[in-house]
């Protein structure tokens, strides 16, 4: 964790940038930032190997701090070409209940002369159920500015749908672990569509996650999912 502290400031983290694709278009449609650090030691560590960590202390705080204002700066740079193009941020539970976290967002988002509503933050459930009444408060303030937010591994967690019906939403994404071999396996496929069909009937646009092969993609788009992302479509990039 000490380590992570100074990485932050001396230029150890870097972003790689996972293409999201409009499957009815066959267009890119955004991007999602994902972190990696490039440790002198041990190499370039994916963020398995420590965001959990640095969610348990404040380290998180700067990090996502570094992230957005990275992110946002990259897509202002891509701007000229792609006016279109929207970046997906993961946000953690911490910023959640943090009352200063929807000024901050607003200060990067000028900083970079971003439009806000080229701007998606990811939350997981998890996020949300620590208190939903100070997430959805947070969340509200952020969406008000005209930020979109999602719900990212939708269908792993724990909250209720009580508690997402109250939220001010854009989109689910599907979860990797129900999208990979939902043509192998039927109880997958059963939780794709009606996840799909939830959505749908909410007003929330999906994402599916983890699309690795051709067959897939053809389905999900038969079934009407509006995005997609995964090796298939493309790798995280640098
Ligand atoms: P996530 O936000 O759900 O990100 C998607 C993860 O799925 C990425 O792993 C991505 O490489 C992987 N993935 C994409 N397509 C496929 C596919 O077709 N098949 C499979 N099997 N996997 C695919 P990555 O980059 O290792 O990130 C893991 C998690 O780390 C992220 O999950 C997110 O929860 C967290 N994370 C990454 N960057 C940040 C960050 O800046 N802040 C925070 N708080 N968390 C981050
Ligand atoms: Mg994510
Ligand atoms: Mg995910």
Redesign the pocket.
């Known amino acids: 964790l000490r380590q992570l502290r100074s990485a932050i400031q001396s230029g150890q983290l870097e ?2 940038y ?1 293409p999201r694709i409009d499957l009815a278009r066959r267009k890119p449609s955004g991007f ?5 650090w490039r440790h002198p030691q041990l190499g370039l560590l ?3 190997q420590f ?1 959990p960590l ?2 348990l202390s404040d380290v ?1 705080r700067p ?2 701090l570094w ?1 957005l204002d990275e ?1 946002l700066g990259q897509l202002a740079a891509w701007t000229p070409n792609s006016p279109s193009i929207h970046m ?5 539970a911490r910023h959640l209940m943090d009352d200063a976290c929807p000024t901050q967002v607003q200060r990067l988002l000028k900083k970079h002369g971003v439009d806000p509503a080229r701007l998606e933050l ?1 939350i ?1 459930e998890s996020a949300i159920i620590a208190d939903p009444e100070r997430a959805t408060h947070t969340l509200r303030r952020i969406h008000d500015m005209g930020v979109h937010i999602s719900i ?2 939708f269908g792993t967690g724990y909250s209720s749908l009580s508690h997402l019906k109250r939220l001010p939403l854009n989109a689910l ?1 599907i ?2 672990s129900f ?2 071999h939902m043509l192998q396996n039927e109880q997958d496929a059963a939780i794709v569509e009606s996840t799909i069909a939830l959505a749908h009937s909410l007003g929330l646009s999906v994402v599916a ?4 092969d051709e067959g897939t993609r053809l389905r999900l788009n038969e079934l009407g999912c509006d995005e997609g ?5 493309g ?2 990039m640098e």
């Open positions: 972003l790689h996972q999602e930032a994902l972190v990696r994916p963020p398995a965001i640095a969610e998180i990090l996502t992230v992110a997906a941020v993961n946000l953690s990811e997981t990212d591994d994404k979860d990797v999208v990979t996650e983890g699309i690795e992302q995964g090796f298939l479509l790798r995280p």
